[in-house]
């Protein structure tokens, strides 16, 4: 019953920063890990992010680490995204699942385990 907003998408320079944001409602009282993933054009989702129920920044793929930072506060998920170059281009999502035993909360459980997604947001960098 989550539903995902996304905003915050644009074009940027290389080199620019973007602040994406994930506005979240219809949450129940279960304890939720959030992710944001990306596409590129022609690939499958990947997860680049992942933050845990109580707002700890549990893991990052190598490739945005120093670059990105994820945090949430209240309903909103946020990624920041600095230093951007033009292999960032991509659709970014966010995404929601229950945290569960057995269920790891990083960027190594891919999209297994995240029930919720936003609709996607564009991020061209040039």
């Known amino acids: 019953h989550v539903q995902l907003v996304e905003s915050g998408g644009g074009s940027v320079q290389t080199g620019g920063s973007l602040k994406l944001s994930c506005v979240a409602s219809?949450?129940?009282?279960?304890?939720?890990?959030m992710a944001w993933f990306r596409q590129f054009p022609g690939q499958a989702r990947e997860a680049i992010a992942t933050?845990?129920?109580?707002?700890?920044p549990t893991s990052y793929v190598d490739s945005v680490k120093g670059r990105f930072t994820i945090s949430r506060a209240g309903n909103t998920l946020y990624l920041q995204m600095n230093s951007l170059k033009p292999q960032d281009t991509a659709l970014y999502y966010c995404?929601?699942?229950?945290?569960?035993?057995?269920?790891?909360?990083?960027?190594?459980?891919?999209?297994?385990?995240?029930?919720?997604w936003g609709q996607g947001t564009q991020v061209t960098v040039s």
């Open positions: 995404a929601a699942g229950t945290e569960k035993r057995g269920w790891l909360c990083a960027v190594s459980a891919g999209t297994a385990g995240f029930a919720y």
């Open positions: 219809g949450y129940t009282n279960d304890n939720y890990c």
């Open positions: 933050v845990d129920s109580r707002g700890r």
